[in-house]
């Protein structure tokens, strides 16, 4: 079992930045590979980013993509969202989700989920 747990999470003005943290427990962290997602209010769950287990390979979505990074760092269990030119069409609750997959990196059904924060973008 795995636990995930989002953080950082506000209110920016667009153009802004922020950094999204993700921290999991379990021993297993290392073996998973991550991914972010978002659902912006009144629509679908969209998938943001993933990376793999040893952090080698990154994969983005072409709306965030050469704005957002994805990192992990498996020695504290965390994987990270860096979000640079914020747009209010990034606003949304993101969720960071983990299991063993080794592909399909995009699709929605990880096996484990966390609760999600909430990134609000003004203009």
């Known amino acids: 079992q795995v636990q995930l747990v989002e953080s950082g999470g506000r209110l920016v003005q667009a153009g802004g930045s922020l950094r999204l943290s993700c921290v999991a427990s379990?021993?297993?962290?290392?073996?998973?590979?991550m991914a972010w997602f978002r659902q912006a209010p009144g629509k679908g769950r969209e998938w943001v980013a993933a990376?793999?287990?040893?952090?080698?390979?990154?994969y983005y979505s072409d709306s965030v993509k050469d704005r957002f990074t994805i990192s992990r760092d498996n020695a504290n269990n965390a994987v990270y969202l860096q979000m640079n030119s914020l747009k209010p069409e990034d606003t949304a609750v993101y969720y960071c989700?983990?299991?063993?997959?080794?592909?399909?990196?995009?699709?929605?059904?990880?096996?484990?989920w966390g609760q999600g924060t909430q990134v609000t973008v003004s203009t």
């Open positions: 990376i793999n287990w040893s952090g080698s390979s990154t």
């Open positions: 989700a983990a299991d063993s997959r080794n592909g399909d990196y995009s699709s929605d059904d990880y096996d484990y």
């Open positions: 379990g021993r297993t962290f290392s073996e998973y590979a």
